[in-house]
């Protein structure tokens, strides 16, 4: 007899953006999940999103764990995460939430004694696909058995322009992300919170400190950060740098790794197509498509059903909110142009 789980019931909240483009498609893909409806925040447009896709448009959160919903992507604006993942958790509906996971380090802790108290029924993981990405996973495999050394510097430059997309207004984002109070920082949670993320999950399980934070506000008629440079004191000895920035012009990303006897060094590796090299021959990695949210959402579906999973947890997400958080308290801000 064989022991096959049926297909988690999945419900995306969020009708736009990162819901439409992402989350959606990403279910369609995956062998262990179906979609089985929406959730937006206006019921005519949740409806037309709703009948489009062939599933149902729920009213409410409420109404999920009755109809035998088994877990959300929760792609709502940043502030809105703490209390929606919240309602679901308790209600026993498994959350992947997009990352931050939260905007401040009260309702970070606030969700992470929520997801202790009730992971007898339902599981979270906060949505860090850039984990899933192979070059990533091998720099991260050979940091940790230490093959480039130690006590080095860890670099992870990410600049992406704003408007990231075809469909994003080239004046600005939306409100929620250009108020500091509501994204919990533009660039250093649209970007850099992933690349919080790979320096916690590259050098675990090592305590990182912050040492120093500088914020830019480049970005035309945007009152929040629009670029950061985070240093990072990895363990006793280490160092790690981060630089993000959705206002300045770039080759590409790099994450870079040097210390007294090797290096390494990944171009591109947070792209689709990905060609990786570092200066151990044996670690160039070539990817064609990306795959890295399906990987995440299948290893969140694994998770939900006590498999074995490497997405982040909510111990893990929480300590990049600290890490934000003090970096954003004590770090300078550097005003923008007039
Ligand atoms: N993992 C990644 O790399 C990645 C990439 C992009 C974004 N994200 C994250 O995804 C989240 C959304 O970003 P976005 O780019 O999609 O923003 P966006 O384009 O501004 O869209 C906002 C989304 O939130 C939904 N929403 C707003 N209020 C809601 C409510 N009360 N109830 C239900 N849904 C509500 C909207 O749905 P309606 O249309 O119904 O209002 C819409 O889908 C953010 O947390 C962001 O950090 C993650």
Redesign the pocket.
């Known amino acids: 007899m064989t022991n096959v789980t049926p297909p988690l019931r999945v419900v995306v ?8 483009r ?1 989350a959606v498609p990403t279910i369609a893909l995956s062998e262990r999940a179906d979609l089985v409806g929406v ?4 019921q005519r ?2 409806r037309e999103f709703a009948d489009e896709l062939g599933v149902t448009s729920y009213p409410s959160i409420s109404s999920l764990a009755k109809d035998g919903v088994d877990a959300v992507w929760l ?4 502030h ?2 703490a209390t929606m993942a919240s309602e679901l958790l308790e209600s026993g509906v498994s959350v992947l939430l ?3 996971m939260t905007t401040t380090l009260d309702d970070a802790t606030s969700l992470r004694e929520v997801v202790a108290r009730t992971e007898a029924s339902a599981t979270l993981r906060v ?3 850039h984990r899933f990405r192979p070059a990533h996973q091998l720099l991260r495999h050979q940091l940790r058995s230490g093959e480039l050394g130690e006590s080095g510097m860890l670099r992870v430059h990410r600049y992406w322009k704003f408007p990231y997309f075809a469909g994003d207004d080239p004046s600005g984002p ?1 409100p ?2 250009s108020s500091s109070t509501t994204s919990g920082g533009w660039a250093i ?2 970007i850099g919170s ?1 690349l919080v993320d790979l320096v916690l999950w590259m050098t675990q399980p090592q305590p990182l400190t912050v040492v120093s934070a500088v914020f830019g506000m480049q970005f035309p008629g945007v009152d929040n950060d629009s670029s950061a440079l985070l240093t990072l004191g990895v363990g006793d000895r280490g160092l790690a740098v981060i630089e993000c920035s959705n206002a300045l012009s770039s080759p590409g990303s790099l994450v870079e790794y040097y210390s007294g006897t090797a290096w390494a060094r990944l171009t591109n590796s947070f792209h689709p197509v990905a060609v990786s090299t570092t200066s151990l021959d044996d670690m160039s990695v070539t990817t064609t498509s990306d795959d890295s949210y399906l990987r995440m959402f299948d290893d969140f579906v694994a998770a939900c059903h006590g498999e074995p999973s490497e997405g982040a947890t909510a111990d893990e997400a929480w300590e990049s909110v600290r890490l934000i958080q003090e970096a954003r308290a004590t770090g300078r801000y550097l005003a923008g142009p007039a």
């Open positions: 909240i969020g009708t736009r953006g990162q819901a439409a992402v959730i937006g925040s206006e447009r949740t792609t709502a604006p940043n809105l995460h997009e990352k931050p949505a860090y696909q939306a929620w992300r949670n649209d992933h």
